[in-house]
T-cell receptor, first 112, second 114 residues
Framework: ETGVTQSPTHLIKTRGQQVTLRCSSQ?????VSWYQQALGQGPQFIFQYYREEENGRGNFPPRFSGLQFPNYSSELNVNALELDDSALYLC???FGQGYEQFFGPGTRLTVL | GEDVEQSLFLSVREGDSSVINCTYTDSSSTYLYWYKQEPGAGLQLLTY?????DMKQDQRLTVLLNKKDKHLSLRIADTQTGDSAIYFC??????????????FGKGTHLIIQP
């Protein structure tokens, strides 16, 4: 059984650019959630995708958007990058809504 | 809103028991979780407890839940150097539309002394 994978591992961007992060969910999981973890903090919920639709969102602006594909993999897109967007971005998949979430290794984004 | 509080550091001697504490605010949480994060890595799900349970034991791990006080604890028996990591407490919440996000504490750094 393959776990949650994320790409790329690391990424460096400059302010104002756009970035796309990718996540492949664990086999059999149809729900993907994205989290932002700033240095020294716990992860913060960005949004969740279920059956290819966003079905819940945390306190993040619209420039954070996402997609989920028919194979349940997902993308996180961030437009107009700001310095404060520098963080570890974690993807988690689950068997469905209300089930335990399993995390990938994360993508470390640095915005200069 | 939801809030999860944890102490930032815990230092224990190898072989002793570690007890990591957490308080949460959302009494409607269905599940409460403990995750482990090693340096440079993602989160590893250690264990979870359903909100109608008081205790759950899983090998060296014991979770205690006091719903009245909204207090959750994780006990690690016979702590080993490999247990050195950051431990996050998390509560589930409903984010409308059926989504179930997690609210995390800031994490407790578990430091093992030889």
């Amino acid at each position: 059984e393959t776990g949650v994978t994320q790409s790329p591992t690391h990424l460096i961007k400059t302010r104002g650019q756009q970035v796309t992060l990718r996540c492949s969910s664990q086999s059999g999981h149809n729900t993907v959630s994205w989290y932002q973890q700033a240095l020294g903090q716990g992860p913060q919920f960005i949004f969740q995708y279920y059956r290819e639709e966003e079905n819940g969102r945390g306190n993040f602006p619209p420039r954070f958007s996402g997609l989920q594909f028919p194979n349940y993999s997902s993308e996180l897109n961030v437009n107009a990058l700001e310095l404060d967007d520098s963080a570890l971005y974690l993807c988690a998949s689950s068997f469905g809504q209300g089930y335990e979430q399993f995390f990938g290794p994360g993508t470390r984004l640095t915005v200069l | 809103g939801e809030d999860v509080e944890q102490s930032l550091f815990l230092s224990v001697r190898e072989g002793d028991s570690s007890v990591i504490n957490c308080t949460y605010t959302d009494s409607s949480s269905t599940y409460l979780y403990w995750y482990k994060q090693e340096p440079g890595a993602g989160l590893q799900l250690l264990t979870y407890i359903f909100s109608n349970m008081d205790m759950k034991q899983d090998q060296r791990l014991t979770v205690l839940l006091n719903k009245k006080d909204k207090h959750l604890s994780l006990r690690i028996a016979d702590t080993q150097t490999g247990d050195s990591a950051i431990y996050f407490c998390a509560e589930s919440f409903s984010s409308g539309g059926g989504a179930d996000g997690l609210t995390f504490g800031k994490g407790t750094h578990l430091i093992i002394q030889p």
